[in-house]
């Protein structure tokens, strides 16, 4: 199983951030430009929350509030759920299952170094179970003989 360090190497080490202090209006405008679902909120180098659009629909778009005038800090989540960089797919998946995410920022040595989102868990599961179906029939290739 691929380890999530694995999966950013081919993914990529890409961190998508805004301030807390930064408009709603101005964090789904980069996640729109970006196109992607959710960013990390960044304060001082450090990770204070994460904010998704489901943050936006649920408390902007619902209550009838204004992206233009609202405070990321507002609405983010502040208790982010994260993972490790050698913890491996099938344990984050479940992770976010169990927790009702779809994205995870990943820590190595109290650093963060990325984002898998649950895309990225399902395409490394594929992809593994591809080349698990391919090496199985390899190997009945292989060792099966007509007679």
């Known amino acids: 199983m691929k380890t999530i360090d ?4 081919t993914k990529g080490y890409f961190i998508r ?4 202090d930064a408009s709603v209006y ?3 405008k980069l996640m729109a430009d970006e196109e992607i679902g959710a960013l990390l909120v960044i304060d001082d180098g450090k990770l204070v929350g994460i904010i998704s659009e ?3 629909a649920r408390n902007i778009v619902i209550k009838g ?3 233009k005038d609202t405070p990321v800090r507002e609405i983010m989540t502040r208790n982010v ?3 490790t960089s050698e913890k491996n797919a099938n344990e984050c998946l479940a992770l976010m299952t169990a ?3 779809r994205h995870l920022p990943v820590f190595t040595d109290n650093q963060l170094i990325g984002v898998v989102s ?4 399902v395409k490394a599961i594929i992809s593994e179970q591809k080349d698990l179906i391919h090496r199985l029939e390899n190997y009945i290739l292989e060792n099966t003989s007509i007679t």
């Open 81 to 83: 759920i994260y993972t």
């Open 99 to 101: 927790k009702h995410v």
């Open 54 to 56: 489901r943050d936006y």
């Open 6 to 9: 694995q999966i950013l190497k």
């Open 17 to 20: 951030s805004i301030t807390s």
């Open 65 to 67: 509030r204004s992206s």
């Open 26 to 28: 101005d964090a789904i």
């Open 118 to 121: 649950i895309g990225d868990l």
